[in-house]
């Protein structure tokens, strides 16, 4: 880590050198230039494979402007990209029914900071191979909400066994959009 950091103030220390004689850097210090791509090769590098990603952070979504299916695709991209703070935009302010472990009780209700809580903690203990949603039920006209079963493969570690759960996730309409309303793992 120091390396990448010594190399960069070797950069800004003959960027700014070049910018008070008035030459530009990359005229002046050709090999600048490529110094500062390869310390950021190197960074990018060093992060893991299944790390979620930092540098986007989640873009918050118009209140009423989601159907249920897009709802579930943007959780679906979001469990993907390991990106809890995008799910945690669907949450409810309170009464989400959330089950990550089989050793949770089977009808436990959380706060929306609780809930984001619990995902970002499972999101960073496991990696995800994959989050694909494999049914959907959902009537337009009838009173059962919207719900969806997805498959998960994820590690616990990086050379671990990969494991598949069965996840449910349900949906209730709340103040003019769909809120997530339970995610619960299936026996």
Sequence with gaps: MRAPCAIL??????AASAAIDGVAPDAQFP??????????????AAQ??????????????????????????????????????????????????????????DKAYYSHKQAAYMLRDEFRFTMTESFEFVE????????????????WSFRREPAGKVTVQK???????EADRWVVSEIKLQD
């Design 9 to 14: 103030l070797l950069v800004l220390v003959g």
């Design 167 to 173: 996840v449910r996730i349900g949906l209730r309409f």
């Design 136 to 151: 959907f039920k959902y009537s337009k006209g009838k009173d059962d909400p919207p719900s969806a079963r997805a498959e």
């Design 31 to 44: 090999f600048l230039t490529g110094i500062a791509a390869a310390s950021q090769l190197e960074a990018e």
């Design 48 to 105: 893991p494979e299944h790390a979620p990603s930092q540098a986007q952070p989640p873009q918050a979504i118009p209140a009423g402007a989601l159907t249920p299916l897009r709802v579930f695709a943007a959780i679906e991209e979001a469990w993907n990209e390991g990106q809890p703070d995008s799910i945690a935009q669907f949450l409810p302010e309170d009464k989400i029914l959330l089950r990550l472990e089989k050793s949770a009780p």
